[in-house]
């Protein structure tokens, strides 16, 4: 069966610090990634997805950057944390091909103080 | 744009109070509609996925349809662990990203 990890589960940053937040997914091959972030008392946006290997798509404008070094393995970073960065973030993953059903990870939350 | 709306906000049921949640989209063009259940802290959870109007899919004390317009969460007899936020997503025909809705929030007393 698939597993999808995230570390680390919290973490406390100051302003101006920089981020790398890390996602693996076992059990399958050439999964599609996705970096979700949900805001207290709203709901999940899409940052980011990727089909492949170094492949990245962005779905809104903002400080964060993502990678995909290896096939199961989904990188969120940030050079300079904002304020506006607080937050749970959650990696998941599909099946790769079609518009499958996305499986969340455990998420980790962020505060940037 | 694509939109989801979620309502009631918050619900508190006595164990064994069956009752629904409503989730009111609009897209496109439906790709797929989704239904997560989130505990606090945690990741959301799947639960179903329903294609079509008509379509209708169970697990234990969960039924969840689908119309043109919204889909239902249906809790029969539902104990306290049933208690978490239950989060619907809409995904359009060509789009990778979920629209996800703000949540409702499930509270069930013994």
């Known amino acids: 069966s698939q597993t999808i990890h995230q570390w680390p589960a919290t973490l406390v940053q100051p302003v101006g610090s920089p981020l790398s937040l890390e996602c693996t997914v076992e059990g399958t091959s050439n999964p599609n990634l996705y970096w979700y972030r949900q805001a207290a008392g709203r709901g999940l946006q899409l940052l980011f997805y990727s089909v492949g290997i170094g492949q990245i798509s962005s779905e809104v404008p903002q400080n964060l950057s993502a990678s995909r070094p290896q096939d199961r393995q989904f990188i969120l970073s940030s050079k300079k944390l904002l304020l506006s960065d607080s937050g749970f973030y959650l990696c998941?993953?599909?099946?790769?091909?079609?518009?499958?059903?996305?499986?969340f990870g455990p998420g980790t939350r962020l505060l940037v103080l | 744009e694509d939109q989801v709306t979620q309502s009631p906000e918050a619900l508190r049921l006595q164990e064994g109070e069956s009752s629904s949640l409503n989730c009111s989209y609009t897209v496109s063009g439906l790709r797929g509609l989704f239904w997560y259940r989130q505990d606090p802290g945690k990741g959301p959870e799947f639960l179903f996925t329903l294609y079509s109007a008509g379509e209708e899919k169970e697990k234990e004390r969960l039924k969840a349809t689908l119309t043109k317009k919204e889909s239902f969460l249906h809790i029969t007899a539902p104990k306290p662990e049933d208690s978490a936020t239950y989060l619907c997503?809409?995904?359009?025909?060509?789009?990778?990203?979920?629209?996800f809705g703000s949540g409702t929030r499930l509270q069930v007393q013994p």
């Open positions: 998941a993953w599909s099946a790769p091909g079609g518009h499958e059903t996305q499986y």
């Open positions: 997503a809409v995904q359009a025909t060509g789009r990778r990203a979920l629209t």
